[in-house]
T-cell receptor
Framework: GNSVTQMEGPVTLSEEAFLTINCTYTATGYPSLFWYVQYPGEGLQLLLKATKADDKGSNKGFEATYRKETTSFHLEKGSVQVSDSAVYFCALGGGATNKLIFGTGTLLAVQP | DVKVTQSSRYLVKRTGEKVFLECVQDMDHENMFWYRQDPGLGLRLIYFSYDVKMKEKGDIPEGYSVSREKKERFSLILESASTNQTSMYLC????????????FGSGTRLTVV
């Protein structure tokens, strides 16, 4: 079945550091891929998405490219800020299911 | 913007009480979901509904029930609250096809004492 694997946290970075959070997936067909962000005490918000191979999703300085050959959708940001401290979830949707498949979440802590 | 509204941000209930968590969406989405989130356990699906009066069990339905009498409203019911149901509860909605992703509410932090 479909699955998502993302790197375990916590990830601790200094402000202005480069961020990568790895996400790989297993899926049949042509899924859509998502990154959601959850700030402390809040629900999840859609950060970015990509619907087909080689698409790049981007928002708020974050980017992720849908790589079918490596079944990956890694989240990157060139220069993180303290305000980026949150939990990030990778997710997969579409295909035979009407439900998203979520990764376990990665906690990012950015220190000033 | 699609909005998913959960009726309470914080709730404190006593063991044995019947608890209702309400969720309303305003974009005519077919699907609605209830998750609980606990440290180290990620998001776990409790129940979901793909149409009015239709429901399916998720991964952890024990101790919970749901009601969807109108398309825009999906209620989670704890028949007899227990301390192990202390958690963050998240409601989400989506179009029929999960290619479009979910929209989440702000969450309800439930404490059972």
């Amino acid at each position: 079945g479909n699955s998502v694997t993302q790197m375990e946290g916590p990830v601790t970075l200094s402000e202005e550091a480069f961020l990568t959070i790895n996400c790989t997936y297993t899926a049949t067909g042509y899924p859509s891929l998502f990154w959601y962000v959850q700030y402390p005490g809040e629900g999840l918000q859609l950060l970015l998405k990509a619907t087909k191979a080689d698409d790049k999703g981007s928002n708020k300085g974050f980017e992720a490219t849908y790589r079918k050959e490596t079944t990956s959708f890694h989240l990157e940001k060139g220069s993180v800020q303290v305000s980026d401290s949150a939990v990030y979830f990778c997710a997969l949707g579409g295909g035979a299911t009407n439900k998203l498949i979520f990764g376990t979440g990665t906690l990012l802590a950015v220190q000033p | 913007d699609v909005k998913v509204t959960q009726s309470s941000r914080y709730l404190v209930k006593r063991t044995g009480e019947k608890v209702f968590l309400e969720c309303v969406q305003d974009m005519d989405h077919e699907n609605m979901f209830w998750y609980r989130q606990d440290p180290g356990l990620g998001l776990r699906l409790i129940y979901f509904s793909y149409d009015v009066k239709m429901k399916e069990k998720g991964d952890i339905p024990e101790g919970y029930s749901v009601s969807r009498e109108k398309k825009e409203r999906f209620s989670l019911i704890l028949e007899s609250a227990s301390t192990n149901q202390t958690s963050m509860y998240l409601c989400a909605s989506s179009l029929q096809d999960s290619h479009y992703g979910y929209t989440f509410g702000s969450g309800t932090r439930l404490t059972v004492v």
